[in-house]
Structure formats: structure tokens, C-alpha cells
DNA sequence: TTTAATAATGATAATTATTATCATTATCAT
DNA sequence: ATGATAATGATAATAATTATCATTATTAAA
């Protein structure tokens, strides 16, 4: 197979998304690194967003619209806002351990995801509803 | 606001999704659904799907490529088959009510989705790897 | 240090999934 | 029956993501 060779837009985006704390997109991402490496190409991002998810150095979150990136990868947990969208972190300790749960199960789990689904803060308190 | 009219394209779709136990893409759906209704186009079936899911009928799984779809919407998990996508269903019981997980947030919580990802037990057994 | 091999890039075309449009048809309350 | 309008099928449009390809950058070895 192929060796990876480094890039400073690599290192750019993976340095953007650990700077950050909130969960953007790949256009969001695009975005903030051509502050810093203005020729970066939107395909580039996604290339490497996907590189670096294969690698285990991010995470990527579906959500029935555009995906969503995060660098922690750390166990913690999120919350889709149904209002604005938005995705934020949850820290919590469901106090057992999940990838245990699946007793009677033929499968191999390596892992998991827990998203809930509800009004952020902002939204709560900022309610025009 | 409309209200809703009846129509047998939307009855066949949710009829399809009670009936089975996969987690079909909306052209799963669609391919299946024109077998009783040859005329029924792809668009119908997305409509129709959006609709349910808002009505509550049935969930939407959002998975980083297509959407899939279940017709059940008890509260049970999902893994997702790192091997071959496929997405199935998973009886356990966490135990917890993990929507009250949350607790110092200072947003609502209304529900949640749990995702396990791995092998699932199809893909293990038949181990080319 | 050149050099050779090839991974990564930027630009953009192509693809995929999903949604919008619109003329026609079906449903349903009167 | 009829009028209002929700739903449909066909298809165009959009949005997100991936593929292509000529050029550039990185790296290991000469």
C-alpha cells in the first residue's frame, strides 16, 4: 500500500479541528484553513478529512444533512439542537460501558456513538417559541 | 396548515418499512414498493418518507452515505457493519434512561439515538479477512 | 545534493443523494 | 356532483461529496 507523505494542509486542517470545540462542516473547515493557506482547494479539505478519520485522528458525524467533523476523539458524547442544528458536546458518564451492552450478539463491537437529540442551551434561553 | 390526505403510495411505503426488519435507503424502498405499485416514482417515495418520519411513523438513520429507514420506532439500537454497511438492529437494554444522562445541561433533552459499530455477525462468520 | 518515485495538491468535472417545480390526478368535505 | 387542495409522476435543480488529471511537493536513495 501507499505511505503517507506529510502536507501542511494536512497538518492545517487537523490543527484547525483540534483548536476548535464546536463540530463544523467540511465547508466550515475550508473556510477557516484558507484564512491561514489561501490556495487550499475545498477538495483537499475533504480528502484529508477523510484521511485523517481513517486514521482515527478525527471523528465524522452523520446528520441527515452535512456530515460533521470533530477532533477529539476522546469518549464524550453530543447533542443535535432539532431547533438551530447545531452540535455540541455533552459531558456525561453513562456509568456503564456501552460497547459492553450487546450481550447475545454473534458481532464483534468496537465502538460507538451517542447522539442526543433536543434544545441546546442557546436556544432554550434565547426562546421565541 | 394542510391537512394531510390520504394516498396509497404513502400507505404502501409505510406498509414496506412495518414489514421488514432490514434498514432500507429510500431506493431500497422504492424498488420495493414498485413491485405492488409499478407507476410509483422516486420522488413519492423521498416525500413520503419525509412525512412519516415527521408524523413519527417511522426513523430516519443517518449513516454518512444514504439515509436508511425503519419502520419500528420502539426504542431498540442499531450497529452499523463496518464490513459490509449494513445496519441491524440490536435488542439490548442499557439499563439507564439514558436521555436523563444529561444532567448539569441546561438544554432539553427529547431523545436519543444509540449507534454500535463493528462486525456484524453475517461478516464474522464468513471471515475472509 | 541531484534524482527518481510517488503522494498530495488545486481546479474542476462527475456523481450521488435529495429536494423543488409543475402540470395532472386523487381525495374529501360540502 | 363539485370545488378546493393535497398528492402524484416526471424531471429539473441543488447540495454534498468524490473522481480525474496535470502539476507540485515530499521523501528515500544514489
Redesign the interface.
Known amino acids: 500500500m501507499s505511505t503517507l507523505k506529510s502536507s501542511k494542509q494536512r497538518d492545517a486542517v487537523l490543527a484547525n479541528l483540534q483548536s476548535r470545540y464546536d463540530h463544523p462542516t467540511a465547508e466550515d473547515i475550508f473556510l477557516a484553513v484558507k484564512e491561514v493557506i489561501p490556495s487550499i482547494s475545498l477538495a483537499t479539505v475533504y480528502r484529508n478529512l477523510k484521511l485523517l478519520e481513517s486514521e482515527g485522528l478525527i471523528l ?1 458525524i ?3 444533512d452535512s ?1 460533521r467533523f470533530d477532533g477529539h476523539t476522546h469518549g464524550h458524547y453530543h ?1 443535535t ?2 431547533n438551530c442544528r447545531q452540535v455540541i458536546d ?1 459531558d ?5 460501558n ?2 459492553s ?3 447475545d ?17 442557546d ?3 434565547s426562546n421565541k417559541k
Open positions: 465524522k452523520p446528520t441527515g456530515d447533542l439542537c432539532i455533552l456525561i458518564d453513562p456509568g456503564v456501552l460497547d451492552l450487546p450481550r450478539f454473534d458481532g464483534t463491537v468496537t465502538s460507538h456513538s451517542l447522539m442526543f437529540y433536543g434544545i441546546c442551551p436556544c432554550k434561553s
